[in-house]
């Protein structure tokens, strides 16, 4: 376990740390403030990558690809809340499940149609794909890219948040809607917009992953079952809690799975630590949050205390 | 209790009733294929009637119920893989692991609520699953065939028609029992409990041993249709206990509509009824499947059986009413 | 010969008498054909229909019918499936059946009726071994043909130092150990990571810091497109030997394009053999299809003529589920396969070669060039394991 390994761990956990904030950050928003239960994330996620498969395809440009994956999130979120969420926040969780499922069947299907089943071909941005030498590692320069682009919307949704009025509603929004509500501020505006920037965050995690994973129908769920983790262990509707819970989830598996089994082989025969290292390793992330939620069922940065 | 029947009851009966003569048309037509079809369809709706337990009456919404299923399966495939057919074994097996399981997880799990309930059952499932998953010696990934079918006194369930018919009087049995609990004290308080917890408490009831309690029930109930399902498809397999599964059941019971009694029978037949009804038509039709959902959340009756509720003519015959979910289902407008 | 040739003759002699007497052949097709490996599942369809079309609709000169269902890689599904084509539908024979997990889930209700399967995209060690049966077939491969291939083709290379890595469930196991029955190199590590994980960059820091001679991995489907991309983005693909099995294939290819460059597969058919009618093959199939075949392309289509074949041979009267079933064995060997020599062993799973195949960059235009057969005419480890019932 040499310095220079570990370090290049380090950075592929905040790397895989910020890609999981995009999308957390958008769904605790959703979650905390209009209490919405959104499965359909995944699928913005999804049309993100697709939007800069086919921009970038056509125009070979990377910058329009994210743009246009940025425009795809926005419009598609204002439509999902124009037409179907905003008629769902006064029902049940259940009900948002139930909807949401549909639409995640429903835009599965879609892209499928549309694109076909083979995953959807996508160019590293010129200029970015070679590899950067640190300390003797070579680390693909793209990677550096999402960890800057991550750590830039952290910044700014932390600015957004605590330095403007639009962030103050929405502090004051996730303690007590009604209040806000009460007090003359139109909160169906305020979720519409909050609702669309949270897809287009969602679009954006799409088009940054689009380049180094698999393009295709259904990629977004995995994804998504690993997001709510995220913010189940931040703290429902924290921002902030969602970037630490972030970090802390992406260094956790990536830690995990990378010094789990050696460390396993110590205490048992190869055989075992190969069979039960990997197993491990991939119920880290659930025992992880089944422990924090034991504890504190809260998360661990709730947006208000009590 | 109310002595006749409303209107929204009149299709789920009509509709048991129907399900009670398939096995004997089936065979008639030579046609076995639906008496396992429908096998399937009535061991989903024991499933999504076990978890109503939890969900419908206690407000649990657990994430994780596909644990169960699976617990039930290989309380079956296990010990057949070791030779032994005894049913008794694998009913002992599935009610222990079950309720063992279902205890621990449930005791964690009720330290929280909300969202936070939902992903901490979910976690354990995805536990269990992955250590499935990474036991090679039972199959792993790949599951595992079971060659003796659970053996009760000499009746064995390695037919597509035995496991039919008991899956038919579970499902009934279950159905009765469960809108006799609704309005017994113990069902009445976990539904106060839904409503308004710190009322509940204020009475002097400790919510959280009623809670653990039905939570403890639906799991072990799901493990029988797990037990179920294996000797039907005389197999296991971890895909059963992924997350999914368990997403499909909630589906199931939302959109039968969980506040009812019939609610989880109905969505069990519609979510499998209509998947196949729609294939037969377009090979896209999951995104017709899935619009038809996002209708009926929208639509807001809660589920179908909250849509057959709604009242309707008198002439309406009872023959048309065994169609009515599926009507109901294309009647939603975008 | 003379005599059996007589028998043929007379039978066809008979079915032509009987004309439209005979019922249509009724063939269940069934495969993965949504979700993320409907890629895989799609090039069978097409590849059997393909051939389906050049014989006119027709197999053995019968009329057939193919009905098609998606198992969704959902092995319950593939078990309801499997019932509603042999009992309600009535199939003469049984094609596709999807991914292991998929056909292992759906053989009990097949081997109790005796229908003819074949399967066109596994070939499990269980059925190849002690679990093999007279009326189910694999036309397609042994899960572990193509890693033994790609073992045997590093043991040959001279590579001393070999890292191993697979996703951690059934067939990952399978494709190691089939890599290791060949390779008596040192093993540097075995890695196994989670199904489906996405992003490897922490196994791949952790490969680049063990500083292999070369790495043999396993990841079908999006995992592959996931791993091949991101191994060559971190800038290995040109310092270190990337040996695979069923990870850069047909399906695949397009997605990964240059970065796949440089890659060794081993397979039992690429768009690079020379074997007879596989030109043709390539052409009809891109023409029609608009896109290049895949491996499980050429299986679907070798299957539909080995099925044509076997339908001939029973004169088209295939209600005597056993003698089909024997016609398919000994049909095998009479199949012109696209892959090169064929034939079934007694235990119902090929006799073939295993290839391994380097993707290259031909003018600008990705493809495969052979580099040889490390495993000509292979039968596997399981068939021993196999007693006849």
């Keep these: 376990m040499t310095f220079s390994l570990l370090l290049a761990q380090l950075l592929n956990g905040l790397q895989y740390g910020v890609l999981l904030f995009l999308l957390a950050a958008g769904l605790t928003l959703v979650f905390g403030i209009m209490s919405f239960v959104n499965l359909a994330h995944g699928s913005l996620y999804m049309l993100g990558a697709y939007a800069v498969a086919v921009v970038t395809g056509a125009t070979g440009s990377f910058a329009l690809g994210a743009l246009a994956a940025l425009a795809t999130g926005t419009v598609v979120g204002m439509l999902l809340e124009s037409v179907a969420v905003s008629r769902l926040y006064r029902r049940d969780h259940l009900d948002h499940v139930l909807a949401t499922f549909g639409l995640v069947l429903f835009f599965n299907e879609v892209t499928r149609m549309i694109w076909g089943p083979q995953p959807l071909f996508v160019a590293l941005p010129e200029g970015l794909s070679g590899t950067i030498e640190i300390f003797g590692f070579t680390y693909p320069a793209y990677r550096f890219l999402i960890i800057a682009v991550g750590l830039a919307v952290a910044v700014g949704s932390s600015w957004l948040i605590h330095r403007t009025r639009v962030g103050m509603l929405v502090r004051a929004g996730s303690v007590n809607p009604q209040m806000v509500g009460a007090l003359g501020v139109n909160i169906r505006l305020l979720n519409a917009m909050l609702f669309a920037l949270g897809a287009a965050l969602a679009a954006l995690a799409g088009a940054m992953a689009a380049p180094i994973l698999s393009v295709q129908s259904g990629m977004g769920e995995p994804v998504l079952i690993t997001t709510l983790v995220v913010i189940v262990i931040g703290g429902i509707g924290s921002v902030s809690g969602a970037f630490y819970a972030a970090i802390i989830v992406g260094l956790t598996d990536t830690l995990g799975r990378t010094y789990l089994p050696l460390l396993m082989r110590e205490f048992a025969s190869r055989d075992i630590a190969n069979a039960a290292g990997p197993a491990l390793a991939s119920m880290l992330v659930y025992l992880l949050m089944a422990v924090v939620l034991a504890v504190r069922p809260q998360g661990l940065f709730p947006a208000h205390k009590g | ?334 | 010969m003379n005599t059996r040739n007589r028998w043929t003759l007379s039978a066809l002699a008979l079915v032509a008498a009987a004309g439209v007497a005979h019922a249509d052949v009724k063939i269940g097709f069934s495969a993965p054909l949504s979700g993320p490996v409907a890629a895989v599942g799609q090039d069978q369809y097409d590849g059997f229909m393909l051939a389906l079309e050049a014989r006119g609709g027709k197999l053995g000169g019968q009329p057939a019918q193919v009905l098609r269902e998606d198992d969704q890689l959902k092995p319950e599904l593939g078990n309801q499936i499997a019932r509603k084509f042999v009992d309600r539908d009535k199939v003469d024979a049984i094609v596709g059946l999807g991914f292991s997990n998929v056909l292992m889930a759906s053989l009990p209700r097949i081997v109790e009726s005796g229908t003819v399967a074949i399967a066109t995209n596994a070939g499990p060690s269980v059925l190849a071994g002690k679990g093999c049966v007279p009326n189910v077939f694999s036309v397609a491969w042994q899960n572990d043909g193509s890693a033994e291939a790609m073992g045997k083709y590093a043991q040959d290379t001279g590579y001393k130092r070999v890292y191993l890595m697979a996703p951690n469930y059934q067939a990952g196991k399978d494709y190691i150990g089939g890599f290791k029955r060949f390779y008596k190199g040192e093993v540097v590590d075995e890695v196994y990571t989670q199904v489906n994980q996405p992003d490897y960059s922490a196994e791949i820091a952790q490969l680049q810091a063990a500083a292999p001679d070369a790495v043999f991995v396993f990841y079908p489907g999006g995992m592959g497109v996931n791993f091949v991309k991101q191994f060559s983005q971190a800038g290995l693909s040109k310092k270190l030997p990337l040996l695979s099995a069923f990870t850069v294939d047909g399906t695949t290819l397009p997605s990964l394009r240059d970065a796949a460059v440089g890659t060794v597969s081993g397979a039992v058919w690429d768009v690079a053999l020379t074997t007879q009618g596989n030109r043709e093959f390539i052409d009809s199939f891109t023409t029609k299809y608009g896109r290049a075949p895949s491996a499980y392309a050429a299986v679907g289509y070798d299957a539909a003529n080995l099925l044509d074949i076997a339908v001939r041979k029973v004169g088209g009267n295939t209600s005597d589920k056993a003698a089909f079933a024997a016609a398919v064995r000994t049909a095998g060997s009479e199949l012109q396969s696209l892959r090169g020599p064929f034939r079934f062993n007694h235990n119902n799973l090929p006799i073939q070669n295993y290839y391994a195949f380097q993707t290259v960059s031909e003018g600008g235009r990705i493809t495969a060039k052979l580099m040889g057969t490390p495993l000509p005419e292979h039968q596997d480890a399981y068939a021993a394991q196999c007693k006849p019932r």
């Design chain 2, 1 to 334: 209790m109310r002595m006749s029947l409303r209107t929204g009851d009149l299709v789920p009966v009509v509709l048991l009733a129907g399900l009670a003569l398939l096995p004997f048309a089936a065979a008639a037509a030579d046609e076995p294929f639906f008496t396992t079809f429908f096998a399937r369809v009535l061991i989903y709706a024991i499933a999504a009637t076990a978890l109503n337990v939890a969900l419908g009456l206690g407000g649990l919404v657990s994430l994780g119920h596909a644990l169960f299923l699976g617990l039930g399966m290989y309380s079956v495939a296990l010990p057949a893989h070791f030779g032994i057919a005894n049913g008794w074994v694998h009913l002992a097996a599935c009610v222990a692991s079950c309720g063992v399981v279902g205890l621990l997880t449930g005791y964690v799990s009720l330290r929280t609520s909300g969202i936070a309930f939902i992903m901490i059952t979910l976690a354990f499932a995805q536990m269990g699953y992955f250590l499935v998953v990474s036991l090679k010696q039972f199959g792993g990934d790949d599951g595992m065939a079971i060659s003796a079918a659970s053996e009760f006194f000499g009746f064995s369930l390695s037919s597509g028609n035995a496991v039919y018919g008991v899956a038919f009087c579970l499902l009934v049995a279950l159905t009765v029992w469960i809108a006799r609990l609704r309005s017994a004290p113990f069902g009445v308080t976990l539904r106060a409990g839904r409503q308004n917890a710190r009322r509940v408490a204020s009475v002097g009831l400790a919510l959280s041993r009623y809670q653990l309690t039905a939570y403890v029930l639906s799991a072990v109930l799901c493990g029988l249709a797990g037990m179920l399902l294996a000797n039907l498809n005389a197999y296991a397999s971890p895909s059963s206990m992924s997350w999914m599964v368990s997403g499909e059941l909630i589906v199931m019971v939302v959109l039968g509509g969980m506040g009812s009694v019939f609610g989880p029978f109905l969505g069990a037949v519609a979510f499998l009824g209509i998947e196949e009804v729609l294939k037969a038509f377009t090979e896209h039709w999951m995104a017709l499947f899935g619009l038809l959902i996002l209708g009926v959340a929208l639509l807001g009756k809660a589920g179908i059986a909250g849509l057959l509720a709604r009242p309707i003519r008198s002439n309406s015959p009872a023959g048309r009413g065994a169609k009515a979910p599926l009507l109901a289902e294309s009647g939603v407008r975008p």
